[in-house]
């Protein structure tokens, strides 16, 4: 159960006003049906009491602290590591996980924190993914006992970072090709030499574990290793920052590169082999960017509808008086719904172990297309102030480029949903 979030902080409080306006109200219906802009097909109604007081937890962290320092942030292409301590200290990281200091939320609740994060800043949100599906979700699904207690006590507090290196330069949406290799240390039994480049590593600068996906040169098999850079000499292990980022400039992204880098074997992942340890990772980080990016487009919602209400244009008029205006929110605000739910169903089915991945590749592409789109869309209610990064809304939408792009560019979601309802692979 929640522990830690509830020790922390045991009192509700909502973060963010109800409005109303323009919302109808029958005389035959009570006040609760009242249509509700922000959530307009009742997700709430779906939740848990605890999952709605970790969501508002982590909703009045997020507009508390995260916020006020993204704008700095992003223009300065800076990410401050404290963050994942701070998150850490509420119990927000791994918080799916049992044990080792994690909150063992449901699936929901796990996404709904990822929602919060991403309503102020993709960014903040792919860091944070990183650090507990990918880096943490790895150690808890496939470490030994002893790899487990080494790093998911302190990751859960955000004080170990880690990161997951799958992407290469030159396979990408291949990751089966990998170059990457591990090789029996000829000198040093109980010792592998990792050699190979990954790029657009989240995290990879500032990483302490480095999550990284080899082939066995004896066998070709993909195993898992936990690089720990303290542990690496000097020159064996690299990690420069990538800059200049159009995009996820409030998060740190760079390479990993390995010059036969000695990895002990007690590092690597015991019994997983293949791609379907890296890829069972990634169901979990690609379900909560399903849910996540809905805060984004929740929060380019929410500010188009301010200030369409704000700006006046031909006699005196907001402009959310005008009818083209007032699709591009009823649009948004439709697949924001749409797309709320279908996350919520599928991490309800995640939890009774009935999800297929090919359900999280439906969510993560649509999700993240939707997303895409109509923030692209409600963008154009700003006018020339878009182009100001004050108004916030520029920046969701470089973000969300990059959210359609990573764990599976939407193309590559569309052939896997193709192969599974045709039964034909169009990728080999
Ligand atoms: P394929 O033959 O389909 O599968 C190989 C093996 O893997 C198994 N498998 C899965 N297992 C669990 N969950 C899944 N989702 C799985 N998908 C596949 C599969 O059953 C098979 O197992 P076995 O036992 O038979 O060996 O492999 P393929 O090479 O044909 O795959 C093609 C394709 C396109 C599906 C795949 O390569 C793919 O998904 N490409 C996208 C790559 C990707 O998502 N990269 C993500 C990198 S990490 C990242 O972006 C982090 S960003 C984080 C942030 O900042 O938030
Ligand atoms: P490519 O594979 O070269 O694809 C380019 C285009 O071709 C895409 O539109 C793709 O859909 C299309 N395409 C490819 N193959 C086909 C096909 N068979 N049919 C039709 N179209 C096809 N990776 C990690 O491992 N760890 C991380 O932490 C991580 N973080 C990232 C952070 C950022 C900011 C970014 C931008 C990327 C990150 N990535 C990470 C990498 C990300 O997962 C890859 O960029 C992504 O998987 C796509 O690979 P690629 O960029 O090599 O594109």
């Not at 330069?169 to 029996?184: I, K």
């Not at 850079?229 to 996820?248: H, Q």
């Not at 169901?283 to 809905?294: E, F, K, P």
């Amino acid at each position: 159960m929640s522990r830690v979030l509830f020790k922390r902080f045991p009192q509700r409080v909502l973060l963010r006003a109800q409005f109303t306006h323009g919302a109808r109200s029958y005389a035959s219906t009570s006040p609760a049906s009242q249509f509700d802009w922000q959530d307009p097909l009742g997700s709430k109604n779906l939740l848990t009491e605890e999952e709605l007081a970790i969501s508002e937890t982590a909703e009045r962290y997020c507009q508390g602290h995260l916020l006020p320092r993204v704008l700095q942030a992003y223009r300065d292409e800076h990410y401050d590591p404290k963050i994942l301590e701070e998150m850490g200290e509420l119990g927000l990281l791994g918080a799916t996980i049992n044990g080792y200091g994690c909150a063992g939320v449901s699936t929901v609740a796990g996404a709904l924190i990822t929602r919060a994060v991403e309503r102020v800043d993709s960014g903040y949100r792919s860091s944070m993914s990183v650090q507990s599906s990918l880096a943490m979700g790895a150690i808890h699904d496939f470490g030994s006992p002893e790899q487990k207690e080494k790093y998911l006590p302190e990751m859960a507090k955000g004080k170990i970072i880690g990161a997951f290196g799958l992407t290469e330069p030159n396979h990408g949406s291949d990751p089966g090709s990998m170059e990457a290799v591990a090789r029996e240390h000829p000198q040093k039994k109980g010792y592998y030499l990792l050699k190979g480049s990954k790029t657009w590593i989240t995290n990879s600068p500032i990483a302490n574990v480095l999550v990284v996906w080899a082939k066995l040169q004896e066998t070709g098999k993909i195993r898992g290793f936990l690089v720990d850079r303290k542990e690496c000499p000097p020159g064996t292990l690299e990690t420069p920052a990538i800059k200049n980022k159009t995009g996820l400039r409030a998060s740190i992204t760079g390479m990993i590169h390995l010059e036969d880098c000695p990895v002990p074997t007690e590092n690597m992942f015991p019994e997983i082999e293949g791609l379907k340890g890296p890829f069972a990772c990634l169901n979990s980080a690609r379900y909560g960017i399903a849910l996540g990016v809905m805060g984004a487009l929740e929060d380019c919602i929410d500010r188009a509808r301010t200030y369409a209400l704000e700006r006046k244009q031909f006699k005196g008029n907001p402009l959310a008086k005008y009818q083209l205006v007032q699709k591009k929110l009823a649009d948004a605000a439709t697949d924001a719904a749409y797309g709320t739910l279908a996350a919520i169903q599928v991490g309800r089915l995640k939890d009774e172990r009935k999800a297929t991945p090919e359900m999280i590749s439906m969510i993560k592409r649509q999700n993240c297309d939707r997303a895409l789109h109509n923030a692209r869309v409600l963008q154009e209610i700003f006018g020339g102030n878009a182009v100001s990064d004050e108004y916030m809304v520029g920046r969701h939408v470089a973000n969300l480029y990059v959210t359609q792009t990573y764990e599976g560019q939407s193309d590559i979601h569309s052939l896997i949903l193709g192969r599974a309802i045709t039964g034909i692979q169009a990728f080999v």
